[in-house]
Structures are given as C-alpha cells and as structure tokens.
C-alpha cells in the first residue's frame, strides 16, 4: 500500500477521482474521510494536475470552479509543506512579501471595518458602505494575480488553477459590488444583504487561504529570480493595497544575444519609412488611445503603455494566449471575434462601455496582408468621454 501511495502517478489518479466523486455529488465528509484514508500528504501541483486532468477530459471549468470552495475543505489542513520559502521571498518588496502583506490588510478590513457593524445598530450601515468600499479595493490585489503571475503559471504548464482562481475572483468583485448597490438603495443593512456580505467575506478569506497555500507553492516551484523581478516591477503599473512600497533589486544575470541587441539599437525599415525603436516606441506611447495586438496564432505580441491607460497591461502577457487574459464569463466573446477574423466573416467589431466617469470605446480590427491572409488582430481601446463634450468649432490654437 505504501509504494502505491509513494507513486506520484496513481496518487494523481486518486486526486482526480474524489474530485470526479464530488463533481457526481457525493458529499464532503464521504469524499474528505476517502482522502484521509488514502493520503497523509498531498502537495498542491498535485491537485493542479488532477484538476487539469478533468478539464482536458471534457469537464468545463466552471463546473471545476463551483468546487473550488469544496476543494479547499477537502484540502485545506492536508498540504504537504514541502514548498520552502527562500530568505529572499520574505523581503520587503518581493511580490510574495507584497501578496502576503495585502492579504493581511485585506483580513484587517473584514475584521475592523466590516464584521462589526454587520449586526450593529444606529451609524452601522454608513460604516458597513465604508467598510465594503475599502473592500472592493481588493480589485487591485486580484489585477496583480491575474496579469502578473497567471501568465507565469501558464508559462510553466499550471492552467487550470488560474482559470478556477480568476473566476472566483470575479464572482468575489461582483458580490462586494452587489453588497454596496443593497445597501445603497435600501439604506439599512437588510437580511438579505447581510447574507451576501457574509458570503463575500467566506469567500475572500478562503481565495486567501488558496492564494497562499495552492498558489504561491507552484510558483516558488516554478519561477527564476529573473521572473520574480519582472514580476516585481510590473506591479507598479497596477498598484499596491499600502504605500510606500520597498523595491527589491535582485541581481539577476541575463544574457542577451547579439541578435537582441541589434533589435534594439537598430532601426525599423517599414514600406513608408523608417524609425529608430526608440521613435516608435513613444510615437505610440504617445497616442490617446491603447493599442494591443495578438498575432494569427493567438499569442499576445505587443501592447502600448500610454500614461492613461484603459485596462491594466504587463509585459508578463507578452506571448500569453490571448484567451487567458480575459476572465472565463468574458472568454467566449474574445474566441467569437477572433473566429470570425480568421474565417473572414468580419473585419471588425465594436463595444462601448461605461467606466465610473469614462465612457470606453473598445475596438478590434482584423489585420491581413497583402494576400488578404490573417494576420492576427489589433483591439484599440479609448476613453471618449472628452470628446463626447465637444461641442461647435475650435479652428484656433490654445494659449
């Protein structure tokens, strides 16, 4: 029986079958007393590669994602603790010190600035809209996750939990968004909302749980120094849960080929003329608008870094399959457009959206040569708000 529970292939298969088990409806305490009698560890790229295993055999990952809550009472007390922090990860400024930090602030607002006034009287409901306001700023702590180490744990061949996490991510964002509309428009705290608030909570503190006991594990696996630095400096175009962030200058040794070099202090010759890198990179830095373009093969190959961005952008996407960059609610809409670029039934297609105070304008373009063969596609994203104000004629220059 040891050597069969040593055997990391028949253990994955174990894993794989209680989560099959779950999905068919049997209950926790049947499939968590089946997993304490088969297993005294388990380590969580475990779990990855049995949920991995149910998506690629058909299962959709929104099934997977309703059982990512029992995953965690299942697994939760079982990991192996085999995944050992480097000195290094726990320095101010590394982005597992920063995850961690923010996890602690965001414990901090649901035990002081929430759960005491979800059953107080009087002011309790000004303070509760407060306290669920600097809750929905957890959108910064997530945007990190999803634009700087899912495409890392993509990288590496760890899909399915990021496509699980990011949906729950959306489902946690939309309840806090729910919690503060109730509140809003009833102006005392209802049962009801009461209801959904304690689940939004529950929810938070086990992607928490998750986040460092799943997550963080397989990326410590995974990652080089050289990736955690990218990581680190890319935060900075999201943002951070507290000020004063420390930086965190690794020395990272990287070679760089002749041919890379040349890319870089060479020119770009184009049929219409010619232009330094340096040129066209701020020429398009330059310009109101975001563009991103995706290549034929679906694979994220450049994106522009204007100062008033639209939708947050890291260099971790860069060769990153442009479906893995949208949340799995959204997902299908981005396959529909790019199939139809392919298939040539479309050139292009629009959306608008309202942002808080902006009005987005989100454009694809379908991009062909000269054989009208599909090149890839071009989304140009811009807030045109401003210029839904203008009104009569300017024909002068401002002072």
């Given amino acids: 029986m040891s050597e069969y529970i040593n055997n990391k292939e028949h253990r994955?298969?174990?894993l794989k079958s209680i989560i099959a088990q779950l999905h068919e409806g049997k209950s926790i305490d049947e499939v968590k007393g089946l997993f304490e009698k088969e297993f005294e560890n388990v380590s969580a790229n475990e779990i990855s590669a049995a949920e991995q295993a149910l998506i690629s055999e058909g299962v959709e990952v929104g099934?997977?994602?309703?059982?990512?809550?029992?995953?965690?009472a299942v697994f939760k007390g079982s990991i192996e603790d085999i995944h050992k922090e480097t000195d290094q990860t726990k320095l101010p400024g590394h982005p597992i010190y920063i995850l961690k930090k923010e996890n602690r602030i965001i414990e901090t607002w649901i035990e002081k600035e929430i759960r005491p006034f979800l059953n107080a009287s009087g002011n309790s409901y000004k303070q509760l809209i407060e306290g669920m306001n600097r809750l929905s700023k957890i959108d910064i702590h997530y945007s990190k996750k999803e634009n700087l180490f899912f495409p890392y744990m993509e990288k590496y061949g760890i899909t399915a939990p990021p496509k699980v996490m990011w949906g729950v991510d959306d489902e946690i964002r939309g309840m806090i968004k729910n919690s503060i509309s109730n509140l809003v428009m009833a102006g005392i705290v209802t049962d009801e909302t009461k209801l959904l608030i304690?689940?939004?909570?529950?929810?938070?503190?086990?992607?928490?749980?998750?986040?460092e006991n799943?997550?963080?594990p397989m990326l410590i696996d995974a990652l080089t120094q050289e990736d955690w630095k990218v990581i680190a400096n890319e935060s900075k175009e999201i943002g951070y849960l507290y000020e004063n962030v420390s930086e965190w200058n690794?020395?990272?040794e990287k070679e760089e080929s002749a041919e890379a070099l040349k890319s870089i202090s060479g020119s770009i010759m184009l049929p219409s003329g010619v232009f330094k890198v340096e040129e066209l990179t701020h020429m398009l830095n330059a310009l109101p608008f975001d563009i991103t373009f995706v290549d034929k093969d679906d694979k994220v190959k450049f994106f522009s870094q204007g100062k008033d961005r639209v939708f947050a952008r890291t260099k971790a996407i860069i060769g990153r399959d442009v479906s893995n960059c949208h949340p799995p609610a959204s997902v299908h809409v981005v396959q529909k457009i790019v199939e139809d670029f392919k298939s040539g039934k479309k050139d292009?297609?629009?959306f608008w959206i309202k942002m808080g105070d902006r009005y987005v304008y989100i454009r694809y373009f379908a991009v062909r040569g000269d054989n009208n063969?599909?090149?890839g596609v071009v989304e140009v994203t811009q807030n045109i708000a401003p210029i839904q104000e203008l009104q009569g004629e300017k024909r002068l220059m401002s002072d």
Wanted: aromatic share 6%; glycine share 0%.
């Fill in 250 to 252: 690794p020395v990272v």
């Fill in 373 to 375: 063969e599909y090149l």
């Fill in 348 to 350: 292009h297609e629009d």
């Fill in 63 to 72: 099934e997977i994602q309703k059982l990512c809550d029992v995953h965690a």
């Fill in 12 to 14: 994955k298969k174990a």
């Fill in 214 to 216: 799943i997550m963080l």
């Fill in 198 to 211: 304690e689940s939004a909570i529950e929810k938070t503190l086990e992607m928490i749980y998750k986040e």
